[in-house]
């Protein structure tokens, strides 16, 4: 099936995603700093924060954090804050699989130095890697007019 382009009024530009990053990037701090504070606590301080078993859990807790918001409702907190829903391309709800592979591939836009999310600034639906290699895009859900 083919995607469905946004129309302009509702797609997503960078300034927009990377102020919901940041919105995100505190809430998982919190999460990651509460965990490994459990752990650490569970361990009796033993627990060496550059395990790799901890290193695991916590990139592993990401996923989950990012997949289990896009897969109930298509929002993360800081989406909800600056009004973008994540969308499978034919404008449904997204699943678990394009979910976690869109978390993975974000990564990937993000080790290459931001150049999957710059490819926005070229696609005429201001699609990122992650978008494209996932089959979803983000698309604004500005909260109805009174």
Do not use: N
């Not at 809430?27 to 752990?39: D, P, Q, R």
């Not at 997949?67 to 804050?81: C, D, E, V």
């Not at 130095?113 to 070229?122: E, I, N, Q, R």
């Amino acid at each position: 099936m083919p995607a469905v382009l946004s129309p302009p009024a509702s797609r997503v530009g960078l300034p927009r995603r990377f102020a919901a990053i940041l919105y995100d990037t505190l809430s998982l701090f919190a999460i990651y700093f509460f965990v490994t504070w459990l752990l650490v606590a569970l361990a009796g301080g033993a627990f060496a924060p550059g395990h790799p078993l901890l290193r695991a859990l916590l990139f592993a807790l990401g996923c989950l954090f990012f997949a289990g918001f896009w897969t109930r409702g298509g929002q993360t907190l800081g989406m909800k804050s600056w009004h973008i829903r994540l969308v499978g391309a034919d404008g449904g709800p997204v699943g678990w699989g394009p979910a976690l592979l869109r978390c993975l591939a974000a990564l990937l836009s993000w080790a290459c130095l931001g150049a999957g999310f710059w490819l926005a600034l070229l696609d005429r639906d201001r699609r990122t890697w992650h978008d494209r290699l996932s089959a979803t895009r983000l698309v604004r859900s500005d909260p109805p007019q009174a």
